[in-house]
């Protein structure tokens, strides 16, 4: 729970304010990689613009290898200046890979996965956790049969029409055949632009890597700790943020965990270690019986006092658990010395505007980004939520989120914070 009154007030406003910040993002199971994510985040940016006064800098993207890319943020109000380095954790190759498979190997993949949840237990689990989730990941799985029976059902009319028509055998066959193929291909037009390949060839792979098989996974998560391990050895920012969002709320994690197997001293010394989880759907993974090594995972970041965790949920978004703890919610069971994740429970009306709110609130996918995108609005509020003033603004990571009300309220109209004043400018790169 936040505090509140006077002093969560003066905890805002005696926060060792920030000058200097290094992000890792971690993208969800989406195949538009680096150059789309630099792209929602420069339209976003200039949203965020319009909400608040500031001279800010956003370079342009730069691929600095296979694993990486990254660009670079400078914001100032009128007393604070920030620098910020985004570095993106890269998956698309991975990703489109996986999804460029032949639909003969993935079709099989994905009704293995939803065979195996419903007689595991683990969907009715969902279900109870989050009935919300459950039915979302039902939906795609139905999506899925409906596209392979619609095409039977139509090939047999087809045929039975031909009989009807006192046509030949093999004749009625070829029609059959033929429309049956010719249904299927159109579906998959739909069935990509709903998500339902892209959702039904992430989860086989993500229970995979739950369960600890080697997987796809593997690479990013090795890439992504020795990349932590480095920053938080050389760097002079004054906190790392590692971001995980969505199917990202599965693979920051482990990139963290992973981290401390390398180097247990990474979040000791140097600067600070923020794991920040927005909207994830770990919980859908690691509530199957056989999930040992995700579960294995949260539980050592929940015991570890030298990372902050960060745990940030929306009640609209369809695609997260509301109101749920990420440890014990998935059958962890620790007796002492428990201290991750910090829930931050967020409401995305608050800082969105009604039209905006009308257009988007039945809209699964753009809600669920609405982690990582610009708000309409700034509210102060004990559930405000703005992605952008968070990861470019001059409070930490925690201290905004273990309080947004008085956080967002510590600024003024100008941008200018009411609180400590930063007394030398950050240079103009980290």
Request: charged letters at 20%.
């Amino acid at each position: 729970m936040a505090a509140s009154g006077d002093d969560s007030r003066n905890s805002v406003a005696r926060a060792a304010l920030i000058r200097r910040r290094h992000i890792i993002y971690v993208e969800g199971y989406d195949p538009q990689g680096a150059e789309g994510y630099y792209g929602l985040f420069e339209y976003s940016w200039r949203r965020f613009l319009k909400v608040w006064p500031l001279k800010t800098r956003l370079s342009p993207l730069k691929i600095d290898s296979q694993d990486f890319a990254h660009w670079d943020v400078e914001a100032s109000g009128p007393n604070w200046q920030v620098a910020t380095r985004y570095e993106f954790l890269r998956q698309e190759h991975i990703i489109r890979a996986n999804m460029a498979e032949p639909l003969l190997r993935q079709i099989p993949r994905a009704l293995a996965w939803a065979f195996d949840y419903v007689v595991s237990g683990a969907i009715f689990r969902v279900l109870r956790a989050s009935w919300q989730f459950g039915l979302a990941l039902i939906h795609f799985q139905l999506q899925l049969l409906w596209w392979l029976a619609l095409p039977v059902l139509a090939g047999w009319l087809a045929g039975a029409i031909a009989a009807h028509l006192s046509l030949s055998t093999i004749v009625g066959i070829v029609i059959a055949v033929l429309t049956a193929a010719a249904v299927f291909a159109a579906l998959r037009l739909l069935a990509k632009r709903w998500f339902v390949i892209q959702i039904n060839s992430h989860w086989p792979y993500l229970c995979e890597f739950a369960r600890g098989e080697p997987g796809c996974f593997d690479a990013p998560i090795e890439a992504g700790a020795q990349r932590l391990v480095t920053i938080a050895r050389e760097s002079d920012a004054d906190e790392i943020v590692v971001v995980g969002h969505s199917g990202g709320g599965v693979i920051a994690p482990a990139v963290v965990a992973r981290a401390l197997e390398l180097d247990p001293e990474v979040g000791r010394r140097g600067p600070p270690i923020v794991l920040l989880t927005l909207g994830s759907i770990a919980p859908g993974a690691a509530l199957h019986p056989r999930a040992t090594k995700l579960r294995a995972i949260f539980a050592r970041l929940a015991v570890e006092p030298s990372i902050t965790w960060i745990d940030a949920q929306s009640r609209k978004d369809s695609l997260n658990f509301w109101n749920f703890d990420p440890v014990a919610g998935i059958g962890i069971k620790i007796e002492r010395g428990r201290c991750n994740p910090f829930v931050w429970e967020v409401r995305f009306r608050d800082v969105l505007s009604d039209e905006m709110y009308r257009r988007i609130r039945f809209n699964l996918f753009r809600l669920h980004y609405q982690f990582i995108m610009a708000v309409d609005r700034r509210r102060a509020s004990r559930m405000a939520f703005d992605y952008f003033i968070l990861i470019a603004g001059p409070l930490p990571v925690a201290t905004f989120a273990k309080d947004p009300l008085h956080a967002l309220a510590a600024f003024g109209e100008d941008a200018a914070f009411a609180g400590t004043e930063i007394s030398a400018p950050a240079p103009a790169s980290p």
